[in-house]
């Protein structure tokens, strides 16, 4: 049974730092991508970042620069650093994960394994 399991949220000021874990299970193999996403009150949920089973990222633009996603596939575990936070990155982040290797493999496959999520709150 696949399962992904966040942590690392919790309240900052703005400009602060955290970092995020997602320790995944039930996966027979690294040939998957991973994702960062979050959702705030009243928003739809948006993608932050994510990257596959070579390494490769991706970022949405607002955090270009202050986020770093990185996996450790020794560990099964997805990591998102969190530079510079602002009040708008205020959310639930949950991670996610997709069957594939290259990224248009897993659009084509989709995000279908999700954690539970963790809280960020940036205070300004």
Known sequence: QVQLVESGGGSV???GSLRLSCVASGYPS??????WFRQAPGKER???AYINSYGDQRYTG????????????????????????KP??????YCAAAVGTYFDT???NGYKDWGQGTQV????
């Open 13 to 15: 000021q703005s400009g």
């Open 30 to 35: 690294s040939r998957y991508c991973m994702g």
């Open 46 to 48: 948006e993608r932050v």
């Open 62 to 85: 607002s955090v270009k620069g202050r986020f770093t996603i990185s996996r450790d596939n020794t560990k099964n575990t997805l990591y998102l650093q969190m530079n510079s936070l």
């Open 88 to 93: 708008e990155d205020t959310a639930m982040y």
């Open 106 to 108: 897993c659009a084509a």
């Open 121 to 124: 709150t940036v205070s300004s």
